[in-house]
């Protein structure tokens, strides 16, 4: 194999040369994957010019509407995950000379965008990494998995157009659902759709920049409201105890108001068929404004409003020192004897 490989890809031969000296397994793996790589390159590279070979149909002209001329084959390249892909394509252009006539309908076809130099799938795991960790290290982190590297300001980018086209997304699923078209349920297997849902609010208090673009200046903390709605399932351990875990999470944030969660929980909340659950429990602290969110988004298909054990052993408190006074014996002996009765 490693003959047939050298006479495909000359390239490989130092890598298939150094496998046979490597010691170690890890090595020998990490030598594979360079090899692989230039594969893949070699791969894509033949996939593609064999596809731009095809006849074009050629489009019309978005200014004076004739129909484009091909102007010959043009060079094309693009940063994958392998590696750099080079192919070659026709490009056509208006016979008139309009300007920005020109066109590569190959490019289209691929789902390129003009001038774009990196693929999808590498914009795909650099924002996903950068989910985690700060955009300079997930870009190390992403040249040590797989050898591409990329800057922090063109990650900062990649997150910056995803960011603004989920909002769009959701901007018009929120309307959609203004207007009474409910969104499409997320499919679940049958072994979750029997379990019942919990769904769980509160407020979290995150620092800000004061200003956009700069470090400088006081932060500012400002509150967001945070939902999550998960399937509330059991598992046996090994000593054969029953364990109640989270099933499915899905999360809702908002910076804003009690109002501006409540369409996105709705949302949500129809796409994990709360409609139809066999039980739905709502728990959060007491704050007026996430109960009004009980109300109006779960109570109407017989939710359970709990108060969380915290908050409930707080008033049951405040209740015992009003009515037995808090510093005697016996107002803590009852306090005592009725947080273990809510506790358990």
Known sequence: MTDMICECVPET????????????IAAIVMTCWMVARLLAVRLIEEILT?????????????ICRARLHSKGFRERALQTLFGV?????????????CKGSQAAPFDKALGLSPYQRTSIEIQWMSCLLAVFVPYETACCVLEKLTG?????????????????????????????????Q????????????????????DGVMV??????????????????????????????????????????????????????????????AARQQVDTAVRVVWLSDGA???????????????????????????????????WLDGRTRTCREWFKNLRHQLRH
């Open 13 to 24: 031969q130092p890598q298939l040369a150094r496998l046979q000296e490597t010691p170690s």
């Open 50 to 62: 064999a596809r731009a070979q095809q006849p074009e149909i050629w489009p019309e002209c978005p």
């Open 288 to 322: 007026r404004g996430f109960w009004r969110v009980f109300q109006e988004c779960f109570q109407s298909v017989g939710a359970i409003g709990i108060l969380d054990f915290y908050h409930a052993a707080q008033n049951l408190y405040k209740g015992a020192s009003a």
């Open 182 to 201: 409910s969104p499409t349920a997320e499919s679940l297997p049958a072994e979750l759709a029997t379990l019942p849902i919990v769904v769980g609010a």
């Open 85 to 97: 892909i080079r192919w070659k394509r026709r490009v056509g252009r208006c016979p008139n000379g």
């Open 148 to 180: 591409v590297r990329i800057t922090a300001s063109a990650l900062w980018g990649w997150v910056h157009d995803a960011g603004q086209r989920v909002m769009g997304q959701l901007e018009s699923e929120l309307q959609a659902l203004a207007n009474g």
């Open 207 to 268: 620092p800000f920049r004061p200003s956009s673009g700069t470090p400088k200046g006081k932060t500012q903390w400002r509150e967001v409201k945070v939902a999550i709605l998960a399937r509330l399932g059991e598992h046996l351990t090994r000593q054969g105890q029953r364990v109640t875990h989270l099933c499915r999470r899905r999360l809702v944030a908002v910076l804003g108001t009690v109002d501006d969660l409540i369409p996105r929980l709705r949302l949500e």
